[in-house]
Structures are given as C-alpha cells and as structure tokens.
C-alpha cells in the first residue's frame, strides 16, 4: 500500500531534473504523482484516474521528458487535451519541468489560432506537441505534422474528450503514431466509453486511481428544494440574498445554460454562458469578462468548465445536482481555496434526491438545508459586477503591451491606476478592465485620444456593435 506523501527524490529521475523540481518547489508528490511515477517512468501504459488540480501534468509531464532525446528534432511527445485553455496549461507547466534540459521545444497546436503561423512553427521542428484532436488531425491530412517518431502519446481529460465527439478524431490521430509507442490516458472520472477508448488504444495498462479529495470544510454547504418550473428564477432570488461578487453556475445541458442566461439577464444581472458551442473566440472573450470580475454570474457545463482556474471564487449553485457524487466535488471545489471561505448553493428537485444522498455518502455528512422563501433580497440595490471590459483593435501584432495601455490610461487619458484592472493582450486585440462608474468616459477619451501614437478603435465588450 502507498503512504502519502513522497519525496520526488525517490524516482528515478535525472540530477539535473531533481534540482528543477526542488527549484519550482515540487517536493512531496501528490496521491496521483506517487501511485503514477514509477510505473509511467518505466514504460508502462497507463491509466489514471484523478481530479482536475490533482498534479496530473506533472504526472504525465515528467515520464514523457524522461523519455525524450533533445538532440534529436522530432516530435517524441504528443498531448491531446480536449480545448485550448487547458493545452496553453499544459504546455505552460512542460516548459518549467523541461528547464532541467538544454532546448527542449515545445508547441501548442490548437483550433481558434492561424493554421499558417503552426505551419511555420512545425517546419523548425519540435520534441513535445501539446494540441486539440481537430487541429492536430488537420496538419497530418496536410502532412505538416510528422508522428513517426513518436514514444509517448498523452490522452489528457479523456472523458471529457469523450463528451465532445472527438473519439474517431483520436482514432485517427492514433493511427498515424507507431504501434510500440508508451499510451498515458487520464480521466477525472470513468464512463464507459472511457474504458472503450483504453481498450482501442492501449497495450496492457496498469490503472491507478487518486481517491477524490473530500470538500474542504470552509466551503458552506446549503441546499434547497425547488420545483423544475421555479429552478431558474431560484437562481436570480440567491444571487439577490447571498449577493456574491462572482459565482459559477452549474447546468446539466447546454439548454439549461442559454436559458438561465436569458432570465438572469432578464433581471438585470450580468450573466454569460460557457457551453460547448461556443467558437473559441467567443469563449475567450467570455473568461475574459468573468476573470475581469466584469459579468457576475457565469453559467456553464461540467464539460465547458473542466480545466478552468478560477482564482477567488464566492460562489458556486449547482443548478442542476450533478449526475455523480464525485463530478459535485469538483464543481463546489472552485470555491473556497487558498483557505479562504466558500459558499456552495444547491438546487435539488424531488427527483434528485437520490443524488443528494450519493453526495452526502460520499462527504460523510449531511447537506444543511434552508426554505427557499427565506432568501429575501438583501438590498434594492442591482447586483452589477464591480469592472467593465473594454475591447480595443489592436494587439500583439501591432506591438502593444501591457504597459502601453496602462501608460495611455494613466497618462493622457487622466485616470488613476486604481481604477484600472486586469489588461489581457492577445493577437489582434487587447481588453482591458475599468471600473464600471468609469468605463464610458474610458471610452471616449482613448478614442479621441492615441495609443503608442495612432488612433485605435475602442468599445465596451457588453456593447453589441461590433468594431470590425
């Protein structure tokens, strides 16, 4: 049996690589690293089982570098990852591990960005390519991408892959790495199809599973009983009496999603819809806004919010119960971290209190329950997040940093740097976050005014007209 925790210093691993980890300071493994390391570092496909947050790319991350031969420029590792945010991630935490090693090249290749600017990158090479099932399929119909080489293949949220339709994709992708390759599939949960896809593409693999994580007890617990025809008005009148500053809300469909958003929106609340639908530009702009504490309420998927990072969080309403005990603990586990107080509101109709007895078992303890008619408004007041977003025309291309935008705005445009928030510069565009009071009259001045010496486009991203 393993004991938790365990040194990284126990593994197998090279010097050079023991110093890194020490420097980024990984020193004690977590449950997945400990049950998963020693297998994956000695070859064996492997299927993990372990929650979001739980340390699996460092799992995964590790094993494939240890693997890897810098001095040859191919690709030896391939990490599908079922959206954009969660590659950017993953890649992110690859090239902290790979500082042990001189020139290790790591790509991300993902839908919603310039297939030319891939193809470049892909023509100087690279050892690790972290990408989406579609994209990745595309450069091998076009022959830009090159998977001969390939040793360790990585199935990162595999159920949640599975959600989205992107089984033949994967097959396919498969199809094209050779046959003797090391197969690491992770999954936070475990459908059936996940275990259809372990079948499809893996040589005898070792499973292990890290034991879900029990609620942390400053998360506050309540939940109610409502009927399906007042579930989403539910909603507006908890927001009203608890009045969090930014909560996440949990639909079981992407119907659900579009129409609490409509009756939030409805009373006034700023709400925004995170589903599987979405282009990725949309869905940008979206985690944007609520990352920006620009838009109060953000009404999503379990798919759709698998892999976000959410830093404080007030609140999360499971609008729907969640079909299984251990998919609620990952959702009401957005809040409440880093010590700080939680708050996790549950809708339950008669119909799903089956589930609620499942969460209960699996916490240990019973839910606290309130009369939903005590939820009285705590003020007249309109619940409006405390920012605004604004969208300019411009971006990485047109060399505009961060400071630009804060200089412009602090400087000729006349307002105080309090009163600016996060800015976010992407390719094209760039958004920044103002205090509502004040974002109109932002507005204006930088459109009467310049950035880094030229006239740019501006408007509010609530704002319907589009700039171009």
Same mark, same amino acid.
Request: with cysteine.
């Given at each position: 049996?393993?004991?938790?925790?365990?040194?990284?210093?126990?593994?197998?691993?090279?010097?050079?690589?023991?110093?890194?980890?020490?420097?980024?300071?990984?020193?004690?493994?977590?449950?997945?690293?400990?049950?998963?390391?020693?297998?994956s570092l000695a070859g064996t496909?492997?299927?993990?089982?372990?929650?979001?947050?739980?340390?699996?790319?460092?799992?995964?991350?590790?094993?494939?570098?240890? =693997?890897?031969?810098?001095?040859?420029?191919?690709?030896?590792?391939?990490?599908?990852?079922?959206?954009?945010?969660?590659?950017?991630?993953?890649?992110?935490?690859?090239?902290?591990?790979? =500082?042990?090693?001189?020139?290790?090249?790591?790509?991300?290749?993902?839908?919603?960005?310039?297939?030319?600017?891939?193809?470049?990158?892909?023509?100087?090479?690279? +050892?690790?390519?972290?990408?989406?099932?579609?994209?990745?399929?595309? +450069?091998?119909?076009?022959?830009t991408l090159d998977l001969s080489q390939l040793n360790t293949l990585v199935l990162d949220e595999a159920d949640r892959m599975l959600d989205m339709g992107f089984v033949e994709d994967i097959a396919t992708v498969v199809k094209a790495a050779p046959k003797n390759r090391q197969t690491l599939l992770f999954s936070a949960t475990w459908p059936e199809g996940v275990a259809g896809l372990a079948q499809r593409f893996m040589r005898d693999p070792q499973?292990?599973?890290?034991?879900?994580?029990?609620?942390? =007890?400053?998360?506050?617990?309540?939940?109610?009983?409502?009927?399906?025809?007042? =579930?989403?008005?539910?909603?507006?009148?908890?927001?009203?009496?608890?009045?969090?500053?930014?909560?996440?809300?949990?639909c079981n469909t992407r119907q659900q999603c579009r129409d609490l958003v409509d009756v939030l929106q409805a009373q006034g609340i700023v709400a925004l819809a995170l589903h599987g639908e979405l282009e990725q530009r949309e869905r940008d702009q979206v985690l944007?806004?609520?990352?920006?504490?620009?838009?109060?309420?953000?009404?999503?998927?379990?798919?759709?919010?698998?892999?976000?990072?959410?830093?404080?969080?007030?609140?999360?309403?499971?609008v729907d119960i969640a079909a299984?005990?251990?998919? +609620?603990? +990952?959702?009401?586990?957005?809040?409440?971290?880093?010590?700080?107080?939680?708050?996790?509101?549950?809708?339950a109709s008669l119909d799903e209190m089956g589930r609620i007895g499942r969460i209960e078992q699996l916490l240990g303890y019973a839910l606290k329950w309130k009369p939903l008619a005590e939820m009285t408004a705590a003020s007249k007041a309109p619940?409006?997040?405390?920012?605004?977003?604004?969208?300019?025309?411009?971006?990485?291309?047109?060399?505009?940093?961060?400071?630009d935008i804060l200089g412009a705005l602090t400087g000729e445009a006349g307002f105080e740097a309090a009163q600016i928030g996060k800015i976010h510069v992407t390719d094209f565009h760039c958004y920044v976050?103002?205090?509502?009071?004040?974002?109109?009259?932002v507005v204006k001045r930088l459109s009467d005014g310049k950035l880094k010496g030229r006239k740019v486009k501006v408007r509010r991203l609530a704002d319907l007209a589009p700039l171009d």
């Amino acid at each position: 049996m393993n004991t938790f925790p365990q040194s990284f210093a126990v593994l197998p691993l090279s010097a050079a690589m023991q110093a890194n980890l020490a420097q980024l300071g990984f020193t004690e493994m977590t449950a997945i690293q400990a049950l998963s390391l020693r297998k994956s570092l000695a070859g064996t496909d492997l299927i993990a089982q372990a929650q979001t947050g739980s340390g699996k790319t460092v799992a995964f991350g590790l094993s494939l570098l240890h =693997r890897l031969d810098a001095s040859r420029m191919n690709v030896q590792s391939l990490v599908l990852c079922p959206t954009r945010e969660l590659a950017d991630q993953v890649a992110e935490v690859l090239r902290q591990l790979a =500082r042990a090693a001189e020139n290790i090249k790591i790509l991300t290749v993902c839908g919603g960005v310039p297939m030319r600017n891939q193809i470049a990158s892909l023509e100087f090479g690279a +050892h690790v390519i972290v990408g989406t099932p579609g994209r990745i399929l595309d +450069h091998l119909e076009r022959g830009t991408l090159d998977l001969s080489q390939l040793n360790t293949l990585v199935l990162d949220e595999a159920d949640r892959m599975l959600d989205m339709g992107f089984v033949e994709d994967i097959a396919t992708v498969v199809k094209a790495a050779p046959k003797n390759r090391q197969t690491l599939l992770f999954s936070a949960t475990w459908p059936e199809g996940v275990a259809g896809l372990a079948q499809r593409f893996m040589r005898d693999p070792q499973t292990v599973k890290a034991e879900a994580a029990a609620a942390p =007890r400053q998360i506050q617990q309540i939940a109610f009983e409502v009927s399906e025809g007042d =579930r989403l008005h539910a909603v507006s009148q908890l927001l009203l009496h608890y009045r969090p500053a930014r909560t996440l809300a949990f639909c079981n469909t992407r119907q659900q999603c579009r129409d609490l958003v409509d009756v939030l929106q409805a009373q006034g609340i700023v709400a925004l819809a995170l589903h599987g639908e979405l282009e990725q530009r949309e869905r940008d702009q979206v985690l944007i806004q609520f990352t920006n504490s620009s838009c109060s309420v953000l009404v999503a998927t379990d798919v759709a919010a698998r892999g976000l990072d959410i830093a404080e969080l007030e609140c999360v309403i499971n609008v729907d119960i969640a079909a299984d005990a251990e998919s +609620h603990l +990952h959702r009401i586990g957005r809040t409440g971290r880093a010590g700080a107080e939680g708050l996790a509101l549950n809708l339950a109709s008669l119909d799903e209190m089956g589930r609620i007895g499942r969460i209960e078992q699996l916490l240990g303890y019973a839910l606290k329950w309130k009369p939903l008619a005590e939820m009285t408004a705590a003020s007249k007041a309109p619940l409006l997040p405390a920012m605004d977003t604004l969208q300019i025309l411009g971006g990485k291309k047109e060399k505009i940093r961060r400071g630009d935008i804060l200089g412009a705005l602090t400087g000729e445009a006349g307002f105080e740097a309090a009163q600016i928030g996060k800015i976010h510069v992407t390719d094209f565009h760039c958004y920044v976050a103002v205090e509502r009071s004040i974002a109109r009259e932002v507005v204006k001045r930088l459109s009467d005014g310049k950035l880094k010496g030229r006239k740019v486009k501006v408007r509010r991203l609530a704002d319907l007209a589009p700039l171009d």
